[in-house]
């Protein structure tokens, strides 16, 4: 049996961006998150920032993982796409529940 991590939202109020997630099955360690700007909305086409949350992320159960963004905007039009685990270093029972797109709050 392998641990699940589930990406279930990501999304701005305009100034802090909020990643919400769940740990399934089994407790992990700790596991990076990273931002990527994306040209075609599904393509991991420039990572912008990583940010690990710290010693209890990995813990069963759903997380929020706020914070504010600390990159430099592109000069392309591009969307937001937040990825937990975003190398696979957590081996999991689904890899492809690990990304979403922005969404405005």
Same mark, same amino acid.
């Given at each position: ?5 589930? /990406?279930? @939202? ?5 100034? &802090? ?15 990076? =998150?990273? /931002?990527?700007? @994306? ?7 420039? /990572? !912008?920032?990583? =940010? ?7 813990? !069963?159960?759903?997380?929020?993982? #706020? ?6 905007? !592109? ?5 937001? !796409? ?10 999991? @029972?689904?890899?492809? #529940? #690990? &990304? ?6």
């Amino acid at each position: 049996r392998l641990p699940e991590i589930a /990406l279930t @939202s990501f999304a701005s109020d305009g100034g &802090q961006l909020a990643i919400h997630y769940t740990v399934s099955q089994l407790e992990t360690a700790s596991f990076p =998150v990273a /931002l990527y700007a @994306s040209y075609d909305g599904v393509s991991r086409d420039v /990572l !912008l920032q990583t =940010v690990v949350a710290g010693p209890d992320m990995g813990t !069963l159960g759903d997380h929020a993982l #706020n914070f504010t963004p600390a990159f430099a905007d !592109l000069a392309e039009d591009y969307s937001l !796409l937040a990825v937990v685990d975003p190398t696979d270093e957590i081996a999991e @029972s689904d890899e492809t #529940n #690990n &990304q979403a797109g922005m969404t405005e709050k």
